[in-house]
């Protein structure tokens, strides 16, 4: 019952930095919960950070290594992935997603909507 659209993504230089944004409509975004994830060609979609829907709970994947920080304006309707010291390794497709209930936020099968997903290529 929400739409999700993923924008920021580009081309980096490593050691550079992107915001990634993710905008909601369709329904009340403060009633979902929000993750992060990320997908490489061959490789298993990949957990990247998780917030609740007050803000107050937050989490992040072991390889973020205080690099990355999520963040949500539930008055715009908006979440954030803001990246800093980005590495080769970090190039993926990246994808939010929302559900109303989670009991694990770092499985794909907890979130029941996703947006299209936008790039990130960071160059060595």
């Known amino acids: 019952q929400v739409q999700l659209v993923e924008s920021g993504g580009g081309l980096v230089q490593a050691g550079g930095s992107l915001r990634l944004s993710c905008a909601a409509s369709?329904?009340?975004?403060?009633?979902?919960?929000m993750g992060w994830f990320r997908q490489v060609p061959g490789k298993e979609r990949e957990f990247v950070a998780y917030i609740a829907w007050s803000g107050a709970s937050k989490g992040y994947a072991g390889f973020v290594k205080g690099r990355f920080t999520i963040s949500r304006d539930n008055a715009a309707n908006t979440m954030d992935l803001q990246m800093n010291s980005l590495k080769p390794e970090d190039t993926a497709v990246y994808y939010c997603?929302?559900?109303?209930?989670?009991?694990?936020?770092?499985?794909?099968?907890?979130?029941?909507?996703w947006g299209q997903g936008t790039q990130v290529i960071v160059s060595s």
């Open positions: 369709g329904s009340t975004f403060s009633r979902y919960n």
């Open positions: 997603a929302a559900t109303e209930q989670v009991a694990d936020p770092g499985r794909q099968d907890e979130y029941d909507y």
